[in-house]
């Protein structure tokens, strides 16, 4: 279970996250929802470690261990992945590289052999093939010259080999047109499981008609302000988030 | 010597001077009157000019007055012997596994021995050049001869004047090599030593050829390096033109490439800086006939306290040729790099296409990278860039292999190596990237982790 309790968060010395509690259970796939600013993103890079985000208050555990401890990939072995909103682009760093680096680190971190070569090609060869990933995609320097929806499909591929148990996916439907959107949701419903849990962070309803969340939840202002099950996002879609601190467009 | 010019003082400049006094009798070309002309001729100039200090704009980085301080001697007597595996051995696996002509210079001087000088056939004619210098052939000397180029400095007084060895290379008009000709030049005094290298190559009409110029030591005692290049290629000659430099850290390495080119040749080099405490690697390309293009590019590293400047002068001087050039440096500890690029593109080169980006890593706070890059344009049609960068590694591309499950240690090491490997990958031959991508990744053992 990802436990999270009175979490204060600084970015720059400006206060973002200002007393969040939820938890989500394992087996369980919560939405966060929110306007704009209301802290989502922090929430997301929070929880994958990344520096320059300061905690001043409150805890994070997954399956009661204290993540805030330790480093980012510390954390990754530990089981937590972040679908990056903006997955980065970097020259010179061959996919298949990349992807053979990513997953043998995180074997070797859980006590498990590195998978050799033949093994390995099948592995991306089939998860590849399940999210219409082209293999000349792979053949290409990590997101280098990818188009929105190839990076968002790379981040789920990833997802999919490096098999982590909390997933924490960052505006993944956003810069996705409608076939898009549906391939990357399978490929995250064809993951979810009774052993993972699974935070989806997006600021429109859309996506949660394809992952359809057990527990919706509203973040303002850096809080909680509510919670409830998927009907909670349609309620979202209609009134929009004026009331939660957003003007309306 | 006229002493009425004489403006040297510092005791490196009084030093080589002085050296060149004791041992031009016995220089080679010491009976033949051009090169003992040129010879003195270099060393008038050089005592008019002295050696450069950071005063002389294209010097303001690399002050040679004040880091020379001392100047060795040519070797003398008999040398080290070194046998086929010495020289192998300091290659390395990879390096020495390349399929190439070996041509091996111990200390300065072409040891036959270890040399394949007969593989040209009558593709052409290679020659060991101190016996080449006391009876030239009618295109060495043209080409010794040839004054007209921007590099005089006192680098090049300095190699004309001590020049003692090296290779001159003449491929004949629609000749090909296939395998590269590999010139290592191979440090292995016990004593201090000072180098002078003059290769001369050149490519005749429709020619094409690929020469790798190593430098590598067994020893780790002091020398310096002076060792220079000079490249012509005629009509639709092709050239591919590395240079590998892995020499320790008490080297001082002072290099100059000249190039010409004439109508549609096309010339792709690349320099690969890794040794040496103090590095000048001056490039001059000069377009001389359309439609030609050059391709120079570069890998530096640079850790504790070593200098690498590599100094770019390319002369658009005709119509419709293209230049690229893109270099990367990585520097640790105290290094410091420093690129010049120039490109002056006269009224007459419209249609120039060139290109110059330099980018620098810096792994240190108290790391240093100069980048200089200077644009003279005097043609109105014509595409020219620059660019130039300097930063650490990219913190946001740290944290997403971090996210990964990639320990610090790791992903820090594969971004620079990723960041050097696109300079590397623009290197044609597999086995000479693939080197160069091993001692990459070997410098970076030993510094990241």
Partial sequence: MLKIENLHVE????????????????????????????????????????????????????????????????????????????????????????????????????????????????????????????????????NVGFSGGEKKRQEVLQMALLEPSLCVLDETDSGLDIDALRIVSEGVNALRSPDR??????????????????????????????SGDKELALELENSGYAEYGEAAA | MDAAVNTLTSKAELAFAETFERVKAELPGAEQVLVRELRSEAIRAFARTGLPNRRVEEWKYTDLYARLDDAFGPLV??????????????????????????????????????????????????????????????????????????????VLYLNTA???DGVALRVAAGASVEKPIH????????????????????LEKGARASVLE?????????????????????????????????????????????????ESAAYDAFQFVGGSGLTRNEIHLGFAGENARADVNGVFMGASGQHIDTTMFVDHAVANCQSRMLFKGVLDDEARGV???????????????????????????????????????????????????????????????????????EARSILIQAFAGEALELIANETIREALGETVRGWLAQRVA
Wanted: net charge negative; aromatic share 4%; charged share 25%.
């Fill in chain 2, 162 to 164: 001590l020049m003692s």
């Fill in chain 1, 197 to 226: 849990a699974m935070l989806v962070i997006t600021h429109y309803q859309r996506l949660l008609s394809y992952i359809v969340p057990d527990r919706v939840h509203v973040l303002s202002a850096g809080k909680i302000v509510r």
């Fill in chain 2, 339 to 409: 690129f010049q690029g120039k490109i002056m593109v006269r009224q007459a080169a419209q249609k120039t296409d060139s290109k110059e980006m330099v980018q620098g890593l810096l792994l240190s706070e108290r790391a240093e990278f100069d980048s200089k890059p200077e644009l003279e344009i005097f043609a109105d049609d014509v595409v020219c860039g620059h660019g130039s960068t300097s930063g650490q590694i990219d913190e946001d591309l740290l944290f997403y292999l971090r996210a990964r499950g990639i320990g610090e240690l």
């Fill in chain 2, 183 to 202: 010139i290592v030049h191979l440090h292995a005094a016990k004593t201090p030593v000072g180098i002078s290298t003059r290769h001369v190559m050149v």
């Fill in chain 2, 214 to 262: 190593s430098h590598v030591g067994l020893s780790t005692t002091p020398a310096q390096h002076n060792v220079a290049s000079d490249v012509s290629l005629a009509e639709g000659a092709v050239m591919h033109h590395l240079k590998i430099q892995r020499e320790a850290e008490g080297a001082t390495h002072l290099s100059t490439w000249r190039i010409a080119l004439a």
């Fill in chain 1, 11 to 142: 970015v720059d010395g400006q206060k973002i996250l200002d007393g969040l509690d939820m938890e989500v259970p394992k087996g369980e796939v919560h939405a966060i929802m929110g306007p704009n600013g209301s802290g989502k993103s922090t929430l997301a890079y929070v929880l994958a470690g990344k520096e320059d985000y300061v905690v001043t208050e409150g805890s994070i555990t997954w399956n009661g261990d204290d993540i805030l401890e330790l480093s980012p990939d510390e954390r990754a072995a530990a089981g937590v992945f972040l679908a990056f909103q903006y997955p980065v682009e970097i020259p010179g760093v061959a996919t298949m590289t990349f992807l053979r680096t990513a997953l043998n680190a995180i074997r070797k971190a859980r006590g498990q052999d590195e998978l050799n070569t033949p093994d390995f090609m099948r592995l991306v060869r089939e998860r590849a093939e399940a999210l219409k990933i082209e293999p000349d995609m792979l053949k290409r320097p990590l």
């Fill in chain 2, 77 to 154: 007597g008999d040398g080290v012997e070194v046998r086929r595996d010495d020289v192998l051995g300091a290659l390395g696996a990879r390096l020495a596994g390349l399929d190439c002509h070996l041509i091996v210079l111990v200390d300065g001087r072409l040891a036959p021995g270890l040399s394949d000088l007969d593989f040209l056939g009558d593709r052409g004619e290679l020659l060991d050049m101190a016996a080449a210098l006391a009876a030239p052939p009618a295109w060495l000397e043209a080409r010794l001869a040839d004054g007209e180029s921007a590099a005089q400095n006192a």
